[in-house]
Every structure is written in structure tokens, then in C-alpha cells.
T-cell receptor, first 114, second 120 residues
């Protein structure tokens, strides 16, 4: 595998379910990100990790819980979601958090909450 | 606060036409970086280019070219002789310092994107 991978690619869940999204980067990067992309809305940065430490949390509801066990893996644990949480969830990584660092994105998980 | 504006929500062209995607930004930083990304229907954002605020030379890569004008705070993207495979959402982004990082950690502020449809 190369680049940034995300699983699953599609997920349908009920509001009472608990599920997790997984992201893995094979680029040797130190920073990882979760974004939410809803229809007709700009990309929303949810969480940022650098060297497994969370460095940014943009007022995301507690029903989203990130986990970064090492610099290659990032999870987003989901529980008691709402229908408005249906979106494309994108994971990204970058070498570091410098201003010049481009981010490399995974293909996303298309989440539908029923 | 920093801001990236992509005023064109949707553009539709016929194959082989040239098309320019506009990006205007606001920042108080003297040193910053601008980026363009492409998001095809598959969903993955693909990095296209990074530009340093001190480098105002235009860049050309095949059918793609970028015009950075610091005086007007614009970083426009032109596709020459467009093809159907160019159909995608294109995002412009600006590096922005994260709060509480003392200027050491940066994130990207994205515009809302421009949906480009190239028709055969």
C-alpha cells in the first residue's frame, strides 16, 4: 500500500451504533488530520495530531472521538451520531506542521447515518 | 482571520477550451504558502502545487499554469485545452498558524472549491 489509505470506504450506520474509521499513512509523516466534507460546505478540519499528540480540536461534538496510537495510524470513533453527520470523512497526513507542508489525502469514508 | 475565496462555484466548459479558476486570499502574514488541490469524483484530494509568497514567478506544468499576483492577493489556476478528465472540484488553500502554537504549527485554510465540468 502506498500513500494514505482509509477503511471502510463506505459506511451506513444507525444513530445508536458505534463504529470506527481507520486511516493509515505509508509516507513516514509525523502529522495526521481528520476533515469532514459535507455537501455544499467547505472542508472542515476536525482534528490534528502531531507525533501522536492532539494539537487542534475544532469544537467537534464529543460523539466523535479521535485516536492516534502511532504516527502511521489514525482512528475516528463514532457513537450516537446524528443524520447531519452524514458526510465524506477525509484523512490526511503531512511531513510536519510547518507552513510549507502540503497534505496528502486518503480517498475518504462516505458515511451515512440513518 | 485568514480567508480564501473562490468566487466561482461551478464552471462548465467544452473540451479543448481554456479555463481559469480564481482564488483570492486574505492574510496578515508576510510569509505564507498557497496550494491548489484537485478532487475528482473518487473523492481523494490530489495536491497540485505549492507556492511561496516570495516567489511570484508564474508556473507551468503541462496544460496547467498558475498566476500568482501578490498585489491583488490572487493565485489563479488555468487549464489549457481542457479535457474531460479535468472534471473535478478544485480547491485553493492557504497556510494558517494554528491558535496557541506561537506560530510554529500550521494548518490549511481551504476555499469552498470550484466544480469544473468539462463536456465532450
Amino acid at each position: 500500500e502506498t500513500g494514505v489509505t482509509q477503511t471502510p470506504r463506505h459506511l451506513v450506520m444507525g444513530m445508536t451504533n458505534k463504529k470506527s474509521l481507520k486511516c493509515e499513512q505509508h509516507l513516514g509523516h509525523n502529522a495526521m488530520y481528520w476533515y469532514k466534507q459535507s455537501a455544499k460546505k467547505p472542508l472542515e478540519l476536525m482534528f490534528v495530531y502531531s507525533l501522536e499528540e492532539r494539537v487542534e480540536n475544532n469544537s467537534v461534538p464529543s460523539r466523535f472521538s479521535p485516536e492516534c496510537p502511532n504516527s502511521s495510524h489514525l482512528f475516528l470513533h463514532l457513537h450516537t451520531l446524528q443524520p447531519e453527520d452524514s458526510a465524506l470523512y477525509l484523512c490526511a497526513s503531512s511531513p510536519a506542521l510547518g507552513r510549507y507542508n502540503e497534505q496528502f489525502f486518503g480517498p475518504g469514508t462516505r458515511l451515512t447515518v440513518l | 482571520a485568514q480567508k480564501v475565496t473562490q468566487a466561482q462555484t461551478e464552471i462548465s466548459v467544452v473540451e479543448k477550451e481554456d479555463v481559469t479558476l480564481d482564488c483570492v486570499y486574505e492574510t496578515r502574514d508576510t510569509t505564507y504558502y498557497l496550494f491548489w488541490y484537485k478532487q475528482p469524483p473518487s473523492g481523494e484530494l490530489v495536491f497540485l502545487i505549492r507556492r511561496n509568497s516570495f516567489d511570484e514567478q508564474n508556473e507551468i506544468s503541462g496544460r496547467y499554469s498558475w498566476n500568482f499576483q501578490k498585489s491583488t492577493s490572487s493565485f489563479n489556476f488555468t487549464i489549457t485545452a481542457s479535457q474531460v478528465v479535468d472534471s473535478a472540484v478544485y480547491f485553493c488553500a492557504l497556510s494558517e498558524a494554528m491558535g496557541n502554537s506561537g506560530g510554529s504549527n500550521y494548518k490549511l485554510t481551504f476555499g469552498k472549491g470550484t466544480l469544473l465540468t468539462v463536456n465532450p
